[in-house]
């Protein structure tokens, strides 16, 4: 397939460079990034999109998506499709899908779970909002580039099923981390609290998969001084989504709230930025009641 690639960071540069590995013809354009391998320069985006049966981006906001759409829409082929990777407020999705539409472009919002490790592996998991024809196009991508892609239903609803996803992950790391501190203070050991609620109701992903407390359970950014992994400033991006979202659609969601207020507080006013977002563990160590 031709696919024109736009923004070839840390998840866009290995995501095209499996497709180019698995034989797709790719053009890439980036302001900053360097062409990964296999990737053949283009000196636009409009320039990148020419020509694409499939154009991709994977990009930091909605409000550059934006941009970018309207500038490689107009210069694609009418039936092709722009599928969008990157992680952005359900409204910026759905505000690209309908200029796609009219163009005569259909669009997909398909964002991805399974970070750096997981674009480079080719084990990402997509979530995809928009057409079945649109998803059926970029279906085989998908499988290049990913392990599972679920069609979540109309557009935004990609953008939809990610925030809510990282909003209950957000929330399950901190009420994860506050046990574990509050197992301390009650003399209650790491190893033993693992043992009991890995096997407990309290389980989950965050517990049994990428438990925060270091040297228990699986390998997890824990194990390594707490770098990321998942950084706490993309997991506060991804709150902050969910209550734009939330406030948008008039959603009651108190522990989204709060875990993006806890974030916040990590990230701008204390040691969090840089850190993967299970750092909340030290932090809750180091503190007392009030
Ligand atoms: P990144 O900052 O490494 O990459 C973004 C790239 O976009 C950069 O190379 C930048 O130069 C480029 N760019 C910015 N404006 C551009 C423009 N106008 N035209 C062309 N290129 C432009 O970010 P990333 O970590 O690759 O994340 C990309 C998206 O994926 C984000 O929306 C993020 O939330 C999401 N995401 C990231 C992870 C992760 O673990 N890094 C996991 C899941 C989802």
């Avoid at 991508?141 to 809510?164: D, E, R, T, W, Y």
């Avoid at 359970?217 to 969910?242: C, I, Q, T, V």
Wanted: charged share 15%.
């Amino acid at each position: 397939m031709k696919i024109g690639f736009i923004g070839l960071g840390n998840m866009g540069a290995p995501m095209a460079r499996n497709l180019a590995a698995a034989g797709h013809g790719v053009t890439g354009f980036d302001t900053h990034a360097p062409m990964p391998e296999g990737v053949e320069a283009a000196t636009s985006a409009a320039a990148a999109a020419t020509g694409a049966e499939v154009v991709i981006t994977m990009l930091p906001d909605g409000a550059i998506l934006r941009a970018v759409a309207a500038e490689v829409i107009p210069a694609m082929t009418a039936g092709a499709v722009f599928c969008d990777c990157s992680t952005v407020d359900v409204e910026s999705a759905r505000a690209v899908a309908d200029q796609a539409a009219k163009a005569g472009i259909a669009a997909l919002d398909a964002p991805v779970s399974g970070g750096v490790g997981g674009a480079a592996a080719g084990t990402l998991t997509f979530m995809a909002g928009g057409s079945d024809a649109a998803f059926a196009t970029v279906a085989p991508l998908f499988a290049v580039m990913g392990q599972k892609a679920v069609h979540c239903g109309p557009s935004g609803n990609g953008q939809a099923a990610k925030i809510c996803n990282n909003m209950i992950l957000g929330v399950t790391m901190i009420a994860t981390c506050e046990a574990f501190a509050l197992a301390d203070k009650l003399g209650l050991s790491r190893q033993k609290m693992f043992d009991v609620v890995s096997t407990s109701s309290g389980y989950s992903w965050v517990m049994n998969a990428y438990c925060p407390a270091p040297g228990i359970g699986p390998k997890s950014p824990a194990d390594n001084d707490y770098r990321p992994g998942f950084a706490a400033e993309l997991m506060l991006k991804d709150l902050r989504l969910s209550q734009q979202a939330a406030e948008a659609a008039d959603a009651d969601t108190p522990m989204g709230e709060l875990a993006a207020r806890l974030y916040a507080h990590f990230v701008e006013a204390e040691d969090g930025r840089g850190m993967d977002f299970s750092a909340m563990l030290p932090r809750f160590e180091k503190r007392h009641r009030g």
